[in-house]
């Protein structure tokens, strides 16, 4: 998501600074009329605290000015997960190995765990990058209780994998198969949300090597 402002009296020399708790501080380009934005991911589902600083000349930092910024999800519109440590498909949020399901955060990993970086460098900013694993996986977001369209896509761009089942809320609505070097399995899904959680579990039903998991898209129904 891309958060934008307008900064007044920036004096020459001086330059501006994100802080975000978990993201390396960073330096946010200011245009001539003070005019900014600067992407930001990693957001919490409902308030998030970030800070602006602004630097001068000599490199003294100013007082922080707090920024409260309220993240949901428009439930008229798709929301997309965009899993991998790669680059973030636009208006997608991201889902990297350490983005852990909590109350606060709203969605991530409830069980998983992987090191690979997850990033093949090949296709889109979606399918070039995935989360994997040869063990079962959960992951969840809050929804509204309700019925959801769910769409999966799977792909390695470098090698032929598998999909493994998937089950929503506890029923399996997929079963595994196989997928072609860099051909997208997108798959729809239908489930009904009643608690408050959609549940996603991604389950190895053999000895996969490992599977492949770049996207999850959801829907109001
Ligand atoms: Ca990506
Ligand atoms: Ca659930």
Known sequence: MVLAG???????????????????????????DGSFSVGVEGFDLGDNVLAFVVRDRAGNNGAPQ????????????????????????????????????????????????NVWKGDRGVGDHLIRDYCSGGED????????????????????????????????????????????????????LETEVTDGVLNCDFINPSDLPYFALNGIIVERR
């Open 6 to 32: 307008r900064m007044s009296a920036m004096v020459s020399g001086e330059s501006l600074h994100l802080v975000q708790e978990g993201v390396p501080d960073r330096t946010v380009a200011v245009a001539e």
């Open 66 to 113: 707090e920024v409260r910024a309220r993240f949901t999800f428009d439930m008229d519109e798709p929301i997309g997960f965009d899993f991998g440590a790669g680059p973030i498909m636009e208006g997608f949020s991201a889902i990297r190995n350490d983005t852990r399901y909590s109350e606060a955060r709203g969605y991530g990993w409830i069980k998983y765990s």
């Open 137 to 188: 996986r959960e992951w969840a977001v809050n929804l509204p209780d309700g019925a959801y369209t769910v769409r999966v896509v799977m792909v390695d761009t470098l090698f032929a994998q598998y999909a493994p089942d998937i089950h929503l809320e506890g029923e399996r609505v997929f079963e595994s198969q196989s997928i072609a070097k860099n051909e997208p399995l997108w798959v729809t």
